[in-house]
């Protein structure tokens, strides 16, 4: 599967950014999916995942309560709804996915990558 993510951008503390990621090349319902983020300086961490479905989610902690994943697979496309945003969230976001087939949310372990899309918050 191709992945391409986009949506980021410049924002002030406290704003909001929608991102997404669309899919093409395979059955995007057949994949979990993810966001994951390196900030400047910092290795890449994991920020959200979602199952094939969209039935369950899961978040790190700092991103509690702000952002949403979600996904549409009729569109095959997955989201990411920012709010709240502070300066710490500043980075480069990507998408990924794996081949998944249970309800337990993956955090680890994907195989497929889009490129990097920019989020950059103010202060």
């Known amino acids: 599967v191709q992945l391409q993510a986009y949506g980021g951008g410049l924002v002030q503390t406290g704003g909001s950014l929608r991102l997404s990621c669309a899919a093409s090349?395979?059955?995007?319902?057949?994949?979990?999916m993810a966001w994951f983020r390196r900030a400047p300086g910092k290795e890449r961490e994991f920020v959200a995942a979602?199952?094939?479905?969209?039935?369950?989610?899961y978040y790190v902690d700092s991103v509690k309560g702000r952002f949403t994943i979600s996904r549409d697979n009729a569109r095959n496309t997955l989201y990411l709804q920012m709010n709240s945003l502070k300066p710490e969230d500043t980075a480069v976001y990507y998408c990924?996915?794996?081949?998944?087939?249970?309800?337990?949310?993956?955090?680890?372990?994907?195989?497929?990558w889009g490129q990097g899309t920019l989020v950059t918050v103010s202060s």
């Open positions: 090349g395979r059955t995007f319902s057949n994949y979990a």
């Open positions: 979602i199952t094939q479905t969209g039935s369950s989610t």
């Open positions: 990924a996915g794996k081949i998944w087939n249970m309800e337990l949310v993956p955090t680890n372990k994907f195989d497929y």
